[in-house]
T-cell receptor, first 112, second 114 residues
Framework: QKEVEQDPGPLSVPEGAIVSLNCTYSNSAFQYFMWYRQYSRKGPELLMYTYSSGNKEDGRFTAQVDKSSKYISLFIRDSQPSDSATYLCAMTGQGGSEKLVFGKGTKLTVNP | ETGVTQSPTHLIKTRGQQVTLRCSSQSGHNTVSWYQQALGQGPQFIFQYYREEENGRGNFPPRFSGLQFPNYSSELNVNALELDDSALYLC?????????????FGPGTRLTVT
């Protein structure tokens, strides 16, 4: 079993839709949970991070972590064509600066 | 822009050759991590350097080695290249200070091994 599982999609939605992206994980030591966005031919950029369980909102983006279920989600409201990218979940341990363990990424296309 | 640069952008090598990839971190960042991203996969951790010492290594063989320099630059060296080494190589710099340190990624070097 991989440490982090993420449905690679691809996912195609109309503009304005609510997008839900998810990852599951198996390592209980993970404490920091991140979502990265990666445009084609670019490096990943950090969208949001959450420490331990709970929700975090930043504009149109909401990250949720449920440690009891080992399940994390990213919701994108009012999706825009500029949101079209690959979304990667990533996790790391207590220190927060160790290696990141990534999911495979979900390729999202938002159609105008 | 993250302030992290990598060179070269693209590289084509032959199986068995050696390659050196370079990264310039954000000024002040004391930690650099290297990742390998195969096509259609998430990045995989290769190793991390903190203040010029290796500070953690992923499941990669010893022919993957690195260096970090005091001027916030670093290198990834790969010997005896194999076809499976074809991937995007990403470096990420961060400031390790006991709390969460965001890793800022460069644009990557795309390596093709033929």
């Amino acid at each position: 079993q991989k440490e982090v599982e993420q449905d690679p999609g691809p996912l195609s939605v109309p503009e304005g839709a609510i997008v839900s992206l998810n990852c599951t994980y198996s390592n209980s030591a993970f404490q920091y949970f991140m979502w990265y966005r990666q445009y084609s031919r670019k490096g990943p950029e950090l969208l949001m991070y959450t420490y331990s369980s709970g929700n975090k909102e930043d504009g149109r983006f909401t990250a949720q972590v449920d440690k009891s279920s080992k399940y994390i989600s990213l919701f994108i409201r009012d999706s825009q064509p500029s949101d079209s990218a690959t979304y990667l979940c990533a996790m790391t341990g207590q220190g927060g600066s160790e290696k990141l363990v990534f999911g495979k990424g979900t390729k999202l296309t938002v159609n105008p | 822009e993250t302030g992290v640069t990598q060179s070269p952008t693209h590289l084509i090598k032959t199986r068995g050759q050696q390659v050196t990839l370079r990264c310039s971190s954000q000024s002040g960042h004391n930690t650099v991590s290297w990742y390998q991203q195969a096509l259609g996969q998430g990045p995989q951790f290769i190793f991390q350097y903190y203040r010029e010492e290796e500070n953690g290594r992923g499941n990669f063989p010893p022919r993957f080695s690195g260096l970090q320099f005091p001027n916030y630059s670093s290198e990834l060296n790969v010997n005896a290249l194999e076809l499976d080494d074809s991937a995007l190589y990403l470096c990420a710099s961060s400031l390790t200070s006991g709390v969460f340190g965001e890793q800022y990624f460069g644009p990557g070097t795309r390596l093709t091994v033929t």
